[in-house]
């Protein structure tokens, strides 16, 4: 089981030079959307934080490391879009930024929640008996990279558990990775053959789309089923204080 925010905040903030906040950060409403993502687009260095069109469930998705379904709260968690620019002081890792991302949560946002175990439908992501296909192995040191467009996905340096995260806000349910394949790995994926003549997409059910379009063009399923999710149940957000 995870450990609770405060808990891993504690453990940070004991580690031996550890920086456990932004030595600076703004927070404003955001310029303009990011086409075609729903979860606006994060880009993290070894010295700053820059979100553009996030909302607060896009944050604590990225800090915790949860998926949208696991974020249980009011419609507030998603109304408002924002744009974030957090420096620190010296570089760090994006492992110690997403402690940060909480500590900002909790100073700015005022976020209060609490976890819980709820049944839930769920996919697991396995490997067809066929075996997986198209997915290359990623360069060492590759930087993580996802684009979307109307009609796919290109996805670089990324791994089975991250690509089944991507694909869980868009089925708005968990995807639970069961491939069994380490590291990460470069591939795209083309809605387009699976579709009927001029749609798109959006216009189709997005389960029965993305299943197909993965075994074709991946060798991988999703599999439906039931079972316990962890949740974080946000108790109290509120919109965040001045900068």
């Known amino acids: 089981m995870r ?10 903030a004991g580690s031996a030079g550890a920086q456990t ?11 303009e959307a990011v086409k075609f993502e729903r979860d606006g687009k994060t880009d993290v260095t070894p010295m700053a934080l820059r979100m553009r069109d996030v909302t607060v469930q896009t944050c604590i998705k990225w800090a915790y490391g949860v998926q949208r379904a696991q974020v249980v709260g009011s419609d507030d968690l998603e109304q408002i879009h924002y744009d974030i620019d957090a420096k620190v002081e010296e ?3 994006p492992e110690q930024m997403k402690l940060m991302m909480q500590a900002l949560l909790a100073d700015r946002f005022k976020l209060k929640f609490h976890r819980a175990q709820k049944e839930m439908r769920r996919y697991a ?3 067809l008996p066929t075996g997986s296909k198209n997915l290359k192995v990623s360069e060492p040191g590759a930087e993580p990279y996802r684009q979307n467009s ?3 996905t290109v996805v670089r340096a990324t791994t089975m558990q991250e690509w ?11 995807v639970v990775d069961k491939t069994g394949l380490p590291g990460r790995y470069d591939f795209s994926i083309d809605f387009t053959p699976y579709l009927p003549k001029d749609q798109v997409p959006m216009q189709q059910d997005p389960g029965y789309i993305v299943n197909i379009t993965l075994q074709g063009d991946l060798g991988l399923k999703l599999e439906p089923g039931k079972g316990p999710i962890e949740v974080m149940v946000v108790d109290h957000v509120e ?3 001045e900068n």
């Open 125 to 127: 992501m396995v490997v």
């Open 150 to 152: 109307a009609r796919g």
């Open 21 to 31: 906040t932004f030595a600076v950060a703004s927070i404003h409403p955001s310029s």
């Open 3 to 12: 450990m609770l925010g405060a808990v891993v905040l504690a453990i940070a």
């Open 91 to 93: 570089p760090t890792k």
């Open 239 to 241: 919109k965040p204080s």
């Open 164 to 174: 089944a995260d991507f694909l869980s806000g868009p089925l708005e349910t968990p």
